[in-house]
């Protein structure tokens, strides 16, 4: 293999790696309409039903897991002064994906997002 293939690779395994969570589903496919978003209410899907312990712990992981690695990516920038988030320098890099799934949301699973 060559050197652009297997950074090619680490691209698209890094992009599926931050597409496996729900949450960072969300919240990049949200970006493609309405850029900034506002990450203080968090994006749970109507099918999850929360208990408030529950949401506590969403947003934690979303402080400290969620968007820290969403922004190490570069997929979003993210102002912790007003928890909001806008599309980052890398962005486009994963756009072709998010459009995929979204434009194909009726045949990937329910709890896809």
């Known amino acids: ?7 090619a690779d680490a ?18 496919v949200a970006l ?7 990450v203080d209410d968090p994006q749970v899907p109507n099918d999850v039903h929360l208990e ?3 949401l506590e712990q969403l947003m934690i992981n979303t402080r400290h897991t ?3 690695k969403l922004a190490d990516a570069g997929f ?3 102002d912790q002064e007003t928890n909001t988030v ?16 979204a434009n ?3 045949e990937l699973p329910d709890d896809w997002l």
């Open 1 to 7: 293999m060559t050197g652009d293939t297997d950074s």
């Open 11 to 28: 691209g698209l395994d890094s992009m599926l790696d931050i597409l496996s969570n729900r949450y960072r589903r969300g919240v990049l």
């Open 32 to 38: 493609l309409d309405h850029n900034p978003q506002d």
């Open 52 to 54: 408030s312990g529950d």
């Open 66 to 68: 969620h968007l820290p």
């Open 76 to 78: 979003i920038e993210w």
């Open 86 to 101: 806008l599309k980052g320098p890398q962005f486009e890099e994963i756009r072709p994906l998010l459009e995929l799934m």
């Open 104 to 106: 194909h949301a009726d």
